[in-house]
Structure formats: C-alpha cells, structure tokens
C-alpha cells in the first residue's frame, strides 16, 4: 500500500481540547435506554434500575501495547473498544456504555485522531454501545488510549471467576493463538521493509491471524447463545493474556485444580501452518500467546448435552480438587504443570 505524501494536516492546537472534543464528538449518537446524559455534562447520567452494573477498565501505551508502524489508527481504535467489551462479557452481561480518553503527543494531526475516533464509533455502532464521555490531553510518549466499559446484567445471571467446581468442565470459545501468530508475522515484515522499504508485503497467506492481531472480536454473541441454550456458566473469564493465565486465575479464585488436553485445544490450520513456518510450537502459542478475546468459562456436566455440538464451543478439560493441581495432559498422556507464561506488560520493553 502506497502511502499519501500529501495529506492534509491540521494541528490539534488550532482547535484546542474542547474544539476537538466537539469536533470528534458531534456524530455521536445515543441508543441505550439507560443512557440519560451522554457527552455534554460533567458526568454521564445511567439509569440501571434493577439490574448489577459491570465496570471494566483498560489503558493502551503505545511502544507497549501497540505499534503504529503496522497497527492502522482506525483499527487501533477499534481494538481499544473490544479489549474492554471482552471484560464486559466475561460478566455474562450485556456492554452498554463506554467512555473514552486519549493523550496525544503534536506528532498527531487532527486527521489521524479522526481515524481513531472512526474506530471508536464503529465498534460502537456495530456492538451497540453508547460514547458518553471521556477525556483528551497532551502527551510527550506517544499514543496513550484510555477505555471504560459499562454494562448491566442481572443478579442472577452474573458469572464470577470463583464458582468453578470439581467435576465442572472447561470450555473454551472460538480458537486459539491466531492473534499471537498474526503478531509474529506482523513484526518480521515489519524488520524486511526495514532493510527493503521498497519490499511490499504479501499477507494474503496469513489474513485470518492478522486480522486476529489488529481486528479482534469480543464475543457478545456467546453470551446470546448461553441464554438460549438455558446454560449459566459457573465461572468465566476472557483469554486476553493466555490460556494457561486464565486458567490459573479461574483455579486460584475457585479454589481447585484443572486438567487440560493438549488435543482438545482448538487451533486455526493456519495457526498450525505459520506455527511450523515459524518453528514455533502450537499448543504453546495457544497456551501463552494471549490476544485472543475469547472466553474461557467451567460449566456443570449436567449441562453438557445442551452445549454438545455446538460449534462455538469446545470442552478442553475438566475441574479438578484442588489437590490434584493444574495439570496439561499432553498427547502421549503425560501430566505437565500449567504455568503462567502469558504477556506481561510489566515486562522490560
């Protein structure tokens, strides 16, 4: 893709903070009933009535979280909303509101905020979510994305990461490590137009891991479809840093153990073809590389025969005591101790 040398610019200071807040603002429209007061006040205005009210939190550093050299800014906006709806959702309840905040550096020009403002709204619109606030500063480091998610869900229905028991399943949604994949893949082109800016990409063999990196999708549709299928998962919590990290965090907050079959781990053929282009070990991408916003949950054995099929869904172990610890049950049935290897962003840079 041939990149525009000559797009117009317009400096952020010529608008100053409420001039670009009413400038990326003013197509916002409001469609949630609880939605009272969106942008415009001091505060948003909610009205939940009876229902529990979910709160989730993320922050974006750029140079940590993201690359701008490959993550379109549209895209990155996107993102930033589902990274946030994922927790929502891990709830088992229903993202009504977010709010927005962004610290920007003057590298930025009006046009590029607007492209990460296209990605906010989008994800709004399609997840049929609310903007009702949220802030704007400068920033000396780059990119710094700020989102808060609100959402509702009935007493009855919330799902905790604590109600795990023996004997529960372990399910999993979707497939795993495409995203982690898409990364690597990402980043070693990134490394030949370093050394060839003239070399262009062909990434028609990797679309579906890459659009898993810069594209994700939060699974609102599973919480759908556990109310259809009458089924209350007993714990639940989205794979945002890895497989083997949620399932420690399920375990430690259930108070149990867990065994995981190494063959019953869903995988993308084309994660397992760039796993092998790359050398790398699947079932090890699927359990560390995180990033892919899918939702781990335990449910009951009793519930087995309602979920049974089902393509979005796939059993991949089970709770165990707690005694017995977490376990992965390899392919030649050996028991190997699940550890936590998922991305840190603590981590040196």
Not at 110 to 129: M, N, P, S, V
Not at 239 to 248: F, N, T
Not at 319 to 330: A, Y
Request: glycine share 6%; proline share 4%.
């Amino acid at each position: 893709m041939i990149e525009d040398k000559n797009q117009q610019r317009t400096s952020l200071a010529d608008l100053g903070e409420f001039g670009l807040i009413d400038h990326l603002t003013k197509h916002i429209e409001i469609t949630q009933k609880s939605t009272v007061k969106g942008i415009g006040d001091d505060a948003a205005v909610l009205d939940f009535k009876s229902k529990h009210v979910v709160v989730s939190t993320d922050l974006l550093v750029e140079h940590v979280h993201f690359d701008l050299s490959y993550m379109p800014l549209k895209h990155l906006g996107y993102k930033a909303i589902m990274v946030n709806l994922s927790d929502i959702y891990a709830m088992n309840a229903t993202a009504s509101q977010v709010t927005v905040s962004i610290a920007v550096s003057n590298r930025f020009p009006l046009e590029a905020i607007e492209e990460l403002y296209a990605g906010f709204e989008a994800a709004a619109t399609l997840y049929d979510i609310d903007i009702v606030g949220g802030d704007t500063t400068s920033s000396t480091t780059g990119l710094i994305i700020s989102v808060t998610a609100i959402g509702e869900v009935n007493k009855k229905d919330v799902v905790y990461r604590s109600g795990a028991k023996p004997n529960d399943l372990l399910v999993v949604t979707g497939d795993l490590g495409a995203a982690y994949m898409g990364f690597q893949v990402l980043q070693r082109e990134k490394e030949v137009f370093k050394v060839n800016p003239n070399n262009q990409p062909d990434l028609d063999p990797y679309t579906y891991i890459v659009e898993r990196q810069l594209k994700p999708e939060a699974r609102k549709d599973i919480v759908k479809l556990l109310k259809e299928l009458k089924v209350k998962p007993t714990s639940m919590i989205d794979i945002s840093d890895g497989l083997s990290s949620e399932i420690i965090h399920l375990c430690k907050q259930s108070n149990v153990g867990a065994e995981l079959y190494e063959d019953k781990i869903p995988l993308d053929p084309q994660v397992i073809s760039t796993c092998e282009e790359f050398n790398l070990d699947s079932t090890t991408i699927a359990l560390n590389g995180g990033e892919d916003y899918e939702l781990l949950m335990t449910i009951s054995q009793e519930d087995f025969p309602k979920i049974k099929g089902n393509p979005n869904l796939t059993v991949i172990g089970y709770i165990t005591e707690k005694e017995r610890g977490m376990h992965l049950v390899t392919r030649g049935e050996t028991l190997v101790p699940i550890i936590a290897k998922g991305w840190n962003a603590l981590n040196d840079q």
